[in-house]
């Protein structure tokens, strides 16, 4: 596999100053704008997908939403193109300072509760734009919602990937794009039919994140754990939550009161319309959790 290394050219203007990550479709380097210095995310397909179309159209959709919907929690995108010398196509994207949700979680445990909703309004405020374009996301998750520090020390989250989302375009249930590409912990019910997604696909995705920034741990990890397989998984997260919310955090030693409530329904028509509207309707309930119960959810 063709990988970029440190001080080579690319595109004819980005000097690769290292590598960031690499995933199932791309790898992210920091890279260097030759004439202007400045220090950006070069985002690129893996070269052994360069041949297949539904991938290919995937990334120029990414390119797409991320450039024409305006959200300070939405990674900008500066250029895009397919390099010559090496036939990647690629993102060149701001440079984000910081670190995913679930490295936060991972390392501080539950996070009080003001910090969650301050964190997920300002994703749902973006969510709120993107599903007006008729843009779903559909996978939600920590690992997708990046904490990062503005000039003046306020902390901004930025939607990271969206490379699967969804466009809702007219005649699309008929075609490979109702795919229910997702991460099992905190996809809606539907992804597993596959039976297509719209907006409250993201808003379920949502409350599944809301209980794992507040608990510690995913809704479905006991679950996981005795299944084995994403497949055995499937079979019971196809019908949605099995009990409230507030009665398995306080199984793991975390008092939620109403807050926190992943599933909503399972029949999208049920849920909330907007994803800030179901943050409203949840974040007066929440309360925080006793520090001794609080620790021992981290260890």
Same mark, same amino acid.
């Given at each position: 596999?063709?990988?970029?290394?440190?001080?080579?050219?690319?595109?004819?203007?980005?000097?690769?100053?290292?590598?960031?990550?690499?995933?199932?479709?791309?790898?992210?380097?920091?890279?260097?704008?030759?004439?202007?210095?400045?220090?950006?995310?070069?985002?690129?397909?893996?070269?052994?997908?360069?041949?297949?179309?539904?991938?290919?159209?995937?990334?120029?959709?990414?390119?797409?939403?991320?450039?024409?919907?305006?959200?300070?929690?939405?990674?900008?995108?500066?250029?895009?193109?397919?390099?010559?010398?090496?036939?990647?196509?690629?993102?060149?994207?701001?440079?984000?300072?910081?670190?995913?949700?679930?490295?936060?979680?991972?390392?501080?445990?539950?996070?009080?509760?003001?910090?969650?909703?301050?964190?997920?309004?300002?994703?749902?405020?973006?969510?709120?734009?993107?599903?007006?374009?008729?843009?779903?996301?559909?996978?939600?998750?920590? #690992?997708?919602?990046?904490?990062?520090? /503005? @000039?003046? $020390?306020? %902390?901004?989250?930025?939607?990271?990937?969206? &490379?699967? =989302?969804?466009?809702?375009?007219?005649?699309?249930?008929?075609?490979?794009?109702?795919?229910?590409?997702?991460?099992?912990?905190?996809?809606?019910?539907?992804?597993?039919?596959?039976?297509?997604?719209?907006?409250?696909?993201?808003?379920?995705?949502?409350?599944?994140?809301?209980?794992?920034?507040?608990?510690?741990?995913?809704?479905?990890?006991?679950?996981?754990?005795?299944?084995?397989?994403?497949?055995?998984?499937?079979?019971?997260?196809?019908?949605?939550?099995? #009990?409230?919310?507030?009665?398995?955090? /306080? @199984?793991? $030693?975390? %008092?939620?009161?109403?807050?926190?409530?992943? &599933?909503? =329904?399972?029949?999208?028509?049920?849920?909330?319309?907007?994803?800030?509207?179901?943050?409203?309707?949840?974040?007066?309930?929440?309360?925080?959790?006793?520090?001794?119960?609080?620790?021992?959810?981290?260890?």
């Amino acid at each position: 596999m063709l990988t970029l290394t440190q001080d080579m050219l690319f595109a004819g203007r980005y000097r690769i100053v290292r590598s960031i990550a690499s995933g199932g479709m791309g790898a992210v380097y920091e890279v260097e704008h030759v004439e202007t210095s400045r220090h950006h995310a070069l985002k690129v397909l893996l070269p052994s997908l360069v041949d297949r179309q539904e991938i290919r159209d995937r990334f120029k959709q990414e390119a797409r939403i991320t450039a024409t919907i305006e959200s300070e929690a939405i990674v900008q995108v500066f250029d895009a193109g397919v390099d010559t010398d090496t036939g990647m196509p690629f993102l060149v994207m701001e440079l984000l300072r910081g670190e995913d949700l679930a490295k936060v979680v991972a390392r501080d445990g539950p996070l009080p509760p003001a910090k969650v909703v301050g964190y997920l309004m300002q994703a749902a405020t973006a969510l709120d734009k993107t599903h007006a374009a008729k843009v779903v996301h559909r996978d939600l998750k920590p #690992e997708n919602l990046f904490l990062s520090t /503005r @000039e003046d $020390g306020s %902390e901004q989250v930025k939607i990271l990937d969206f &490379g699967v =989302a969804k466009l809702l375009v007219e005649g699309a249930a008929g075609s490979n794009a109702t795919s229910g590409f997702g991460t099992p912990l905190y996809m809606a019910p539907e992804q597993f039919k596959c039976t297509g997604v719209c907006p409250a696909t993201d808003i379920y995705s949502l409350g599944m994140i809301a209980f794992t920034l507040l608990v510690g741990t995913p809704y479905w990890e006991p679950e996981v754990a005795q299944r084995g397989t994403v497949f055995a998984f499937a079979t019971l997260a196809v019908n949605g939550t099995r #009990e409230p919310a507030s009665v398995r955090a /306080r @199984e793991r $030693g975390v %008092e939620l009161g109403e807050a926190g409530r992943p &599933g909503q =329904a399972p029949d999208p028509p049920r849920r909330h319309h907007r994803p800030v509207g179901h943050l409203r309707a949840d974040s007066h309930h929440a309360r925080p959790a006793p520090r001794r119960t609080a620790q021992a959810v981290r260890h």
